[in-house]
């Protein structure tokens, strides 16, 4: 899907739930209908979400466009990002309703423009950014951590991940997930998480650790070593305890971690 059959299938979503639920027709009309393509439509949700005591939404359209402006590989990822949400999350009935509604999707674009900020070298309106994203969605993301696309993030409450962490492309993150440091050490500290990894609830990842590709993680698990590809890990501490069924776990969001038992 192009950006642009992204942009008609969000209007031809919207128009319906216009026509049928009138309640909601200033917003709709507002973020989507009235927008011109996906990137008008992404900057006034988001400005919407991030907008408070901090800075006015005026202003913070003005930086998200300017960051859309001179990073357009943020709008691909996001189309990637609404993708594999509406694809793995069998709650999502459409592409309207992640773009509007998921703080997971909302905040992920959010922490790609404090990205951005952070790679201009505007760090501290980045970690502004990251202040106000950790308020409004429940999500503490360092704009220095290395995400991929095509990520899908569910639920997002309690979701932390530190500054040195890389995560690749197509992972999926339950809520509750930490990709954190194991004490006050300086320098590279935090996890690398491989393409199609998927990360329980509250799976807790400490350290310079490396996961590999197409790796699973069960919830609740506290991993303190390296993850082997295509190996699932689960328990306190996290041992092996099996194999997925999938190269790419992210894809299926299987996360009964017991049927991949050896």
């Known amino acids: 899907m192009t950006i642009e059959e992204l942009t008609i299938r969000l209007k031809q979503e919207a128009e319906s739930f ?26 006034v949700t988001l400005a919407c ?27 691909e990822c996001a189309k990637k990002d609404l993708v594999a ?71 997002a409450t ?14 999926s993150i339950l809520h509750g997930v930490t990709l954190g ?12 998480v491989g393409d199609g990894v998927m990360l329980g609830a509250h799976a807790q990842l400490l350290g310079n650790i490396h996961i590999g590709d197409g790796a699973k993680i069960g919830a609740g698990a506290v991993v303190l070593g390296d993850v082997p590809s295509h190996t699932t890990f689960a328990g306190v501490p996290a041992v092996e305890v099996g194999h997925p069924k999938d190269e790419m776990p992210s894809f299926n969001m299987q996360q009964d971690f017991t049927q991949d038992a050896k």
């Open 49 to 75: 979400g991030l907008a408070g005591e901090i800075i006015n939404r005026e202003k913070l359209e003005t930086l998200i466009n300017s960051c859309f402006e001179k990073f357009p590989e943020i709008l």
């Open 85 to 155: 949400t509406v694809l793995r999350d069998p709650a999502c009935l459409g592409y309207l309703e992640p773009l509007l509604f998921f703080k997971g999707f909302q905040g992920l674009q959010a922490y790609r423009i404090a990205h951005a900020l952070w790679e201009n070298n505007e760090r501290f309106t980045a970690k502004m950014f990251q202040s106000i994203i950790s308020r409004k969605f429940g999500m503490d993301i360092h704009p220095a951590a290395q995400i991929g696309h095509g990520l899908l993030i569910d639920h």
């Open 181 to 192: 440091g194991t004490g006050n050490e300086c320098g590279d500290r935090h996890p690398k």
């Open 18 to 43: 216009n026509q049928n639920e009138p309640f909601a027709s200033p917003m709709l009309q507002e973020q989507i209908l009235l927008k011109d393509s996906f990137k008008e439509m992404l900057t």
């Open 158 to 171: 309690n979701i932390v991940i530190g500054e040195t962490a890389v995560i690749g492309n197509n992972v």
